[in-house]
Structure formats: structure tokens, C-alpha cells
């Protein structure tokens, strides 16, 4: 059985940092390309940043490049997204899910129950 387990959010000051963590299990999780999605409130849920099986490789919109930076432990399995600079827009629900490749696409169909990340002062 899929499961991913986000942890690591909660109210932050613009500017500040936070580091998230999502645990995976149900699947070989050192051979899965692994992504961070975030979803606010009244929008689609958005891709954040994706990372190879390795962690050599890592893939995020250019939007949020500099800013967020995805890794991955392969011996605990867990992927980890490390905010910088938030912004009030970052403000949003973030989940992990494995996907079909360094696009970030096909998330599998087993969602975790996310993370809330507020920023505000």
C-alpha cells in the first residue's frame, strides 16, 4: 500500500525558511523520481520541484528556482523541500508524490494529507 506522510509545516514570517519532509512507503523508493506539489486555497494544485532516483538530478519551475530547493534520503526514505525567502503566496498545502519522471507528471493516485505552510507576519 502507497503512502506518503508530509510533516514540517506551520506559520512562518515572510522571509523566513522552512524544511519540510515527506515519508514514503509501498514502493521501491530509491528507483522513483520524487516531487513536491503544492495547492492554495481556491487554486489547482501546482508542481513545486522534482528530483531523479539518485537526487543527482532536480527539476522546479523557474518561478521558484533559488528559492526551493528539493532532496532525498534513500536509506530512510523521505524526500525534503527546503523553502527559503517565503513569500505570502507560498502560502498553501504541500504534498510529495512519486511520479513518471523529472516533468513531474503522472503523480500517483495516493495522496498523503499534506502540510500546511502559512506565511504571514
Known amino acids: 500500500q502507497v503512502q506518503f506522510v508530509e510533516s514540517g509545516g506551520g506559520l512562518v514570517q515572510p522571509g523566513g525558511p522552512l524544511r519540510l519532509s515527506c515519508a514514503a512507503s509501498g514502493f521501491t523508493f530509491s528507483r522513483a523520481h520524487m516531487s513536491w506539489y503544492r495547492q492554495a486555497p481556491g487554486k489547482e494544485r501546482e508542481l513545486v520541484a522534482t528530483?531523479?532516483?539518485?537526487?543527482?538530478?532536480?527539476t522546479s519551475p523557474d518561478s521558484l528556482q533559488g528559492r526551493f530547493v528539493i532532496s532525498r534520503d534513500n536509506n530512510k526514505n523521505t524526500v525534503s523541500l527546503q523553502m527559503n525567502n517565503l513569500k505570502p503566496e507560498d502560502t498553501a498545502v504541500y504534498y510529495c508524490?512519486?511520479?513518471?519522471?523529472?516533468?513531474?507528471?503522472?503523480?500517483?493516485?495516493?495522496w498523503g494529507q499534506g502540510t500546511l505552510v502559512t506565511v504571514s507576519s
Open positions: 528530483i531523479s532516483p539518485s537526487g543527482i538530478l532536480k
Open positions: 508524490n512519486r511520479v513518471s519522471d523529472l516533468s513531474g507528471r503522472n503523480p500517483l493516485d495516493a
